[in-house]
Each structure stands twice: as C-alpha cells, then as structure tokens.
C-alpha cells in the first residue's frame, strides 16, 4: 500500500521512472550535470515560467534595476507601490539571469568561477531580494501571488541541481493533491442534482488530463497528447450546462446559475495550479468553503430540483 511507501522511493511503473511523495507517484525526469550552464538554463527556464504566470508588466529589464528601485523607493501611495515593488521584483530576477550568464561566458573561457565570486554572491542577493517582495505580486489571474513559483529560481541557484529537481517533485505532488481537492469537492457539490447530470465523469476526466499535464514538462515527447486532452478536457467542462425544469422558478434558475459558475471558476483555479505546477492553498480553501456553503443553503434558498420532466439549458433551446 502506499501508506507503507517512504517519501522519495523511485520505481518503475508502466516503464516510466517514478518517485513517491504524498500519496502521488510523479513522473520524473534526467537530472542534468550540475554546471553553472546547466543552472543557467534551468534559472532562465524558471524565470520565463515566473513571467507567464504573473500580473503583466513586471518582466523589467535588468539594465533598468536601479531606475526600478528609485520608482519604488519614491512611491507613497500603498497600491501603487505594490505594483512598483512587483515591478522591482521582475527587474531583480532579470539583473541575476543578465550576471549568471557572464559568469557562464567567463567559464567557458577555462576561467575557473568560485562560489564565493563577488558576482556569484551579487546574483544571490538578487534572487533573494526579489524573492522578499514576492508576496506583493498577483498571479495573472488576479488570485493570490505563487510565492513558491518565486523560490524556485533562487533554490536552482542555491541547491544542488538535483535538490531542485527533488523539491519540484514534491510542489507537483502538493499541485496534484489541490487537483483532487478541488474536483472530489466539485463531484460532491453536484453528485445528487439531476440539474448538473453527466457533471462528475467530466470533473474526472478533467482531473486526470490535469495531473498528466502538472508532471509533463514542456520538453516531453508526449507534451502534444497531454496538452491536447488537458484542454479537451477542459472545454467540455467549461461548456457543461445545467438543464432546469421549463417552469422553474426565479429562484431555481439563480441556484443553477451559482453552479454554473462553481463549475467555471474550480475549472478555472485547476487550470492556473496546473500549468504553473505548484499550489494556491488560499484561493483553493476559499473555493472549496464557497462549495461547501452552496451545498448547504440558507433556509430561505431555493433548491434545485431533483426530478425535472421537462427540461432545458440555461443557455437556452430544448
């Protein structure tokens, strides 16, 4: 059982290497050499990752970092100087990517680079820095930041490279247990309402191309099928529509509307912990207690309908 399994036990299943963390046996992959190339590519990989996954406007220049500072430092207003400080933070990682390739450039001259190197040492303090104003940065969405998306290029600097590899693994198992979460609490919200019929098999499905697609990496042979049924998947869920009686109520069609929504914005939060491969435990704790009160209703609450003889969509047609 894997109850008896220790964390980090490698095995063969299916014939793909696996590692076991928290329940979920997570693909892995090659660790590459760890070079100050390797970790280059790794922290630039990191960093564009970073970008795409956060509010825009913060991919900044590193050659701008001291006007990026004076911005921030001069900023009064609270709101404003949020967006300054992620800004900031943007222009810092990309000063330590700027200084790591140099010092890849100066090693591939057969100048031997030491850990204690002045440049070395600035490039940390970079990371590190950016990774202090992380908190201030908003996912693209709007939802909470993904401070642990801002760790991992300082991590890929510190650690060993298969250290880092090790603790990604342990983020998607973390990733894939929010998956669960959200979806087992989306089936259990909708498992008796004839409204949200054929809803569960969706949700699995869905579940399952998302955690493929969470240990996939971009680089894998097989990122065109995983990708592919991800979305698939998700598109079908999105354009699920509950059927309500013809005679429902203003009520019944508010409560069918709720859950429509339930469906859209679960569907939604999957997506964003998938594709950035590490957990939101706020906005996934604030859904799942969103799903939780729509289950149990105020009394005054109309409930959907268990039987409906004659039905129709919210989006309308028979």
Same mark, same amino acid.
């Given at each position: 059982?894997?109850?008896?399994?220790?964390?980090g036990t490698e095995r063969?299943?299916?014939g793909?290497?696996?590692?076991y963390?928290?329940?979920?046996?997570?693909?892995t992959?090659?660790?590459?050499?760890?070079?100050?190339?390797?970790?280059?590519?790794?922290? $630039? %990989? *990191?960093?564009?990752?970073?970008?795409?996954?956060?509010e825009? &406007?913060?991919?900044?220049?590193?050659?701008?970092? /001291? #006007?990026?500072?004076?911005?921030?430092?001069?900023?009064?207003d609270?709101?404003?100087?949020?967006?300054?400080?992620?800004?900031?933070?943007?222009?810092?990682?990309?000063?330590?990517?700027?200084?790591?390739?140099?010092?890849v450039?100066?090693?591939?001259?057969?100048?031997?680079?030491?850990p204690?190197?002045a440049?070395?040492?600035?490039?940390?303090?970079?990371?590190? $820095? %950016? *990774?202090?104003?992380?908190?201030?940065?908003?996912?693209?969405? &709007?939802?909470?930041?993904?401070?642990?998306?801002? /760790? #991992?290029?300082?991590?890929a600097?510190?650690?060993?490279?298969?250290?880092?590899?090790?603790s990604?693994?342990?983020?998607i198992?973390?990733?894939?247990?929010?998956?669960?979460?959200?979806?087992?609490?989306?089936i259990k919200?909708?498992?008796?309402?004839s409204?949200?019929?054929?809803?569960?098999?969706?949700?699995?499905?869905?579940?399952?191309?998302?955690?493929i697609?969470?240990?996939t990496?971009?680089?894998d042979?097989?990122?065109?099928?995983?990708?592919?049924?991800f979305?698939?998947?998700g598109?079908?869920?999105?354009?699920?529509?509950?059927?309500?009686?013809?005679?429902?109520?203003?009520?019944?069609?508010?409560?069918?509307t709720?859950?429509?929504?339930?469906?859209?914005?679960?569907?939604?939060l999957?997506?964003?912990?998938?594709?950035?491969?590490?957990?939101m435990?706020?906005?996934?704790?604030?859904?799942i207690e969103?799903?939780?009160?729509?289950?149990?209703?105020r009394?005054?609450?109309a409930?959907?309908?268990?039987?409906?003889?004659q039905?129709?969509?919210?989006?309308?047609?028979?």
């Open positions: 059982m894997d109850d008896a399994v220790s964390l063969i299943i299916e793909q290497r696996r590692v963390y928290y329940g979920y046996w997570v693909k992959y090659e660790v590459p050499a760890d070079s100050l190339l390797a970790k280059k590519r790794l922290i $630039e %990989a *990191l960093t564009r990752r970073l970008f795409s996954h956060v825009h &406007g913060l991919n900044v220049p590193g050659q701008r970092l /001291g #006007e990026a500072r004076r911005a921030f430092e001069a900023e009064t609270v709101q404003r100087q949020r967006v300054k400080a992620a800004m900031l933070a943007g222009a810092l990682f990309n000063r330590a990517t700027d200084i790591f390739t140099k010092l450039e100066i090693q591939a001259l057969g100048i031997k680079v030491e204690d190197n440049l070395m040492r600035e490039c940390g303090i970079h990371l590190e $820095e %950016a *990774l202090d104003l992380a908190g201030r940065v908003l996912h693209r969405s &709007g939802e909470e930041g993904l401070d642990e998306l801002w /760790g #991992e290029p300082f991590k600097f510190a650690f060993p490279i298969e250290d880092f590899y090790k990604r693994y342990i983020k198992a973390q990733t894939m247990e929010d998956i669960d979460r959200l979806c087992d609490e989306l919200t909708f498992v008796t309402l409204a949200f019929n054929g809803i569960p098999e969706l949700v699995r499905q869905f579940a399952r191309a998302a955690k697609k969470s240990e990496l971009s680089t042979p097989e990122v065109f099928e995983v990708w592919t049924s979305v698939v998947a598109e079908k869920l999105s354009a699920f529509q509950p059927l309500v009686a013809r005679d429902a109520g203003r009520a019944e069609l508010q409560r069918a709720d859950g429509a929504d339930l469906v859209r914005r679960v569907k939604e999957v997506s964003h912990v998938t594709r950035a491969r590490v957990p435990p706020k906005s996934t704790q604030e859904l969103r799903m939780e009160r729509f289950r149990h209703p009394a005054d609450s409930t959907l309908a268990v039987a409906a003889p039905a129709t969509s919210l989006a309308g047609g028979p």
